[in-house]
């Protein structure tokens, strides 16, 4: 316990980047071992993902830091082969892993400008919602304080809809 909190005192916040890389292995050996006929229960075989994912998130959530989640987008192809965009984190372990957030951001750029931006895909309280924060200085300067009130339901002039 004193260890726990010695890390929230010390660490503000802690950056897993990224899940993409701790997820992939357990998705990977659930997959062969289905391939190879060695699990009855096919749906069973990424329970192991699940566990590794637990083991990640309750241990970080319960010091009471804020915790940066970072997972990945891919281009590949849908089961009718048309180009589809994935997530990295399966649907399953992205609704599990809500439970522990406050927001999810998607880091992108302006199609039209090429600049950087960060959207507020979804949060907890509903407040910011699709608001686009602009990255007018190239360095992500003032941007989280920009999200944070957005989160706490403070109207953002910087932000666009």
Same mark, same amino acid.
């Given at each position: 316990?004193?260890?726990?909190?010695?890390?929230?005192?010390?660490?503000?916040?802690?950056?897993?980047?990224?899940?993409?890389?701790?997820? %992939?292995?357990?998705?990977?050996?659930?997959?062969?071992?289905?391939?190879?006929?060695?699990?009855?229960?096919?749906?069973?075989?990424? %329970?192991?993902?699940?566990?590794?994912?637990?083991?990640?998130?309750? !241990?970080?959530?319960?010091?009471?830091?804020?915790?940066?989640?970072?997972?990945?987008?891919? +281009?590949?192809?849908?089961?009718?082969?048309?180009?589809?965009?994935?997530?990295?984190?399966?649907? +399953?372990?992205?609704?599990?892993?809500?439970?522990?957030?406050?927001?999810?951001?998607?880091?992108?750029?302006? !199609?039209? +400008?090429?600049?950087?931006?960060?959207?507020?895909?979804?949060?907890?309280?509903?407040?910011?919602?699709?608001?686009?924060?602009?990255?007018?200085?190239? $360095?992500?300067? $003032?941007? !989280?304080?920009?999200?944070?009130?957005?989160?706490? $339901?403070?109207?953002?002039?910087?932000? %666009?809809?």
């Amino acid at each position: 316990m004193r260890e726990r909190q010695e890390i929230a005192r010390n660490y503000k916040t802690i950056a897993v980047d990224s899940v993409t890389s701790i997820m %992939s292995p357990a998705i990977a050996l659930a997959m062969e071992g289905n391939r190879r006929g060695l699990n009855k229960n096919k749906a069973a075989a990424f %329970s192991v993902k699940a566990q590794v994912f637990r083991l990640i998130q309750d !241990p970080i959530a319960s010091m009471g830091t804020d915790v940066i989640y970072i997972w990945h987008e891919e +281009t590949g192809r849908d089961n009718k082969g048309e180009v589809a965009l994935h997530q990295s984190v399966p649907e +399953t372990e992205r609704t599990r892993i809500q439970r522990s957030l406050n927001a999810v951001l998607v880091i992108g750029r302006d !199609p039209a +400008t090429r600049q950087r931006c960060i959207r507020i895909e979804w949060s907890r309280s509903g407040h910011g919602r699709g608001q686009v924060f602009m990255d007018m200085t190239g $360095g992500l300067v $003032g941007i !989280p304080e920009q999200i944070d009130a957005a989160l706490a $339901g403070a109207p953002c002039a910087e932000a %666009s809809a």
